[in-house]
């Protein structure tokens, strides 16, 4: 697997799909919003990769293993990078 920080969010939605490929209904609708979102540094973007990164997170419990891990520990880096902007 390419390193989660040079992918896409479109690119990090598939690799999640193809490790978990029947997500709960509410991570699925974070991932897949997240995947149509760009990688910007826009305080409204930051604001909404927040939110939808969050979500994702309360509704991805279920998700485990060494793909799982890897993806949920980039997505709390990201959030903790993302409240310093």
């Known amino acids: 697997m390419r390193q989660l ?9 598939k690799v999640v799909y193809q490790d ?15 995947a149509e979102t760009d990688h910007s ?7 909404r990769i927040k939110n939808l990164v969050t979500m994702f997170m309360a509704n991805a419990e279920s998700w485990h293993g060494p793909v799982a891990l890897i993806v949920k520990q980039f997505l709390i880096v990201l ?3 993302i409240e310093e902007i």
Do not use: G, K
Request: hydrophobic share 40%.
């Open 5 to 13: 920080q040079e992918m896409t969010f479109s690119e990090i939605s």
């Open 20 to 34: 978990w490929p029947t997500p709960s209904f509410y991570a699925a609708v974070a991932i897949d919003c997240l």
């Open 41 to 47: 540094e826009s305080p409204q973007d930051c604001e």
């Open 79 to 81: 959030l903790l990078e």
